[in-house]
């Protein structure tokens, strides 16, 4: 499960992930902070790319979950979104390292962990990257 946070006023967007095993039990998780993005979309974006990458490293997750309902549209029609183009192109090529890629709306209720990780790091005053098992405190 993704989560990406963005405000106007922030300097830094945030993004959490949780991975889960079938019971639901969280296996491992991260979140990081980076300087504003464009958008939230933006934010969702990279916070899939990010939660992407590591599953690459750590997992062999092929399943992810988000509350964003866009973000599951950009990346079925990513021709229908030219201005995330770039940003799309690098999700695309990451999707060849998973060949049952598979996203799916989740509702915002059970992607808590997530959205907590993701704004609670983009609170923070510099940047922040943390991966591990449990919440950092």
Known sequence: M???LWTCTSRFSGCGWVWMD???????????????????????????????KNMLQHST????GTDCKDLIVMIKKPHVWPSFATELERIETM????????????????????????????????EF????????V
Not at 129 to 136: E, Q, T
Request: glycine content about 6%.
């Open 129 to 136: 990257y943390f991966i591990g098992c449990y919440i950092p």
């Open 61 to 64: 997750c092929q399943n992810f």
């Open 22 to 52: 079938n019971l639901g039990k969280v296996q491992l998780m991260g979140t990081r902070n980076y300087i504003r993005r464009e958008s939230a979309l933006h934010s969702e974006l990279e916070a899939l790319r990010w939660a992407m």
């Open 95 to 126: 999707q060849i390292c998973f060949p049952n890629f598979k996203i799916t709306h989740i509702p915002r209720a059970h992607n808590q962990i997530s959205d907590s990780l993701a704004r609670t790091v983009r609170a923070f005053h510099r």
């Open 2 to 4: 993704i989560d990406g």
